[in-house]
């Protein structure tokens, strides 16, 4: 069975909207040709508009990098799935570790966001991923899977073909370091396995699981390679066209 391949750029708190909109038009020349894997760029929210208008009827979609649980109301700062839709989004990442960290955010809270998400037909990536010290431990596989178990809680077996997941370790993120590939596999057969034990063996493998932590040019195909890894979130290499654009067009 062919999964389904998910190449994101998460460009987190970087570019204007004018650079942001080169950036788009850049890729949607390179990558115009691409069918086989979906193509994703996530901008800064000032640029989600604008990107996507760029991008029309390009086969890059576009997507957000958060989003709050509601669909109006006294949220100040926050934006809601309904907002997400009219400026042309069709993903938003949900639970990302620097969310996590950053912002305390908890499973429970990126359960809500999920399940508002695909409440208004966004389709979610929820990250999961454990610190350097939990992996030292000899828990990363414990705490995935409570992230992914809680993540999902009260989701349906119907909706998760529309829902992707991220392996993101938090020690490979922005570091540098990246999981060797046999680690990378190792984590997404157990992520695998925590969704058949959830959903049922077809389901799971219907899911895209993909890999994030310092992907870049020089590691993608060896990563994209492993049989359980289905695609890239991609960080500071999806910055610049060149890059993004080879790790699009990886070679396994």
């Known amino acids: ?4 391949i998910i190449m994101a750029g998460n460009w987190k708190m970087h570019k204007t909207v004018g650079e942001s909109v080169a950036l788009a038009g850049q890729l949607n020349a390179a990558l115009g040709d691409v069918t086989e894997r979906e ?4 901008p800064p929210f000032t640029a989600l508009y604008a ?11 576009v997507g957000a990098q958060n989003l709050f649980p509601a669909d ?26 620097e969310r996590r960290q950053y912002f305390q955010e908890s499973d429970q809270f990126i359960n809500q ?8 037909g966004l389709k979610p990536i929820l990250c999961v ?15 995935v899977s409570m992230q992914v178990y809680r993540g999902l809680q009260d989701i349906p077996a119907e909706a998760m073909g529309q829902v992707a997941v991220a392996y993101e370790p938090i020690w490979a993120i922005g570091t540098g370091h990246t999981a060797t590939p046999s680690q990378a596999d190792e984590m997404h057969s157990a992520i695998r396995n925590n969704l058949s034990g959830l959903y049922g063996d077809e389901v799971a493998q219907d899911v895209c699981i993909m ?6 040019p020089g590691n993608v195909d060896d990563l994209m390679a492993q049989p359980e890894v289905d695609g890239a ?11 993004f654009v080879r790790i699009v067009r990886f070679q396994s």
Not at 39 to 42: A, E, F, S, T, Y
Not at 211 to 216: E, I, P
């Open 72 to 97: 109006e109301g006294a949220y100040t700062g926050e934006t809601s799935p309904k907002m997400l839709l009219d400026v042309g989004c069709s993903y938003v990442i949900l639970g990302h570790s």
């Open 1 to 4: 069975m062919t999964r389904k």
């Open 211 to 216: 890999y994030g932590g310092s992907v870049k």
């Open 233 to 243: 979130l991609v960080g500071g290499a999806s910055l610049d066209a060149d890059s």
């Open 51 to 61: 990107v996507a208008k760029a991008l029309q009827g390009s086969s890059v979609q």
């Open 129 to 143: 991923g454990e610190t350097l010290e939990q992996r030292g431990e000899g828990r990363q596989k414990t705490v």
């Open 39 to 42: 193509i994703l760029v996530c």
């Open 113 to 120: 966001k999920l399940k508002a998400a695909l409440e208004h």
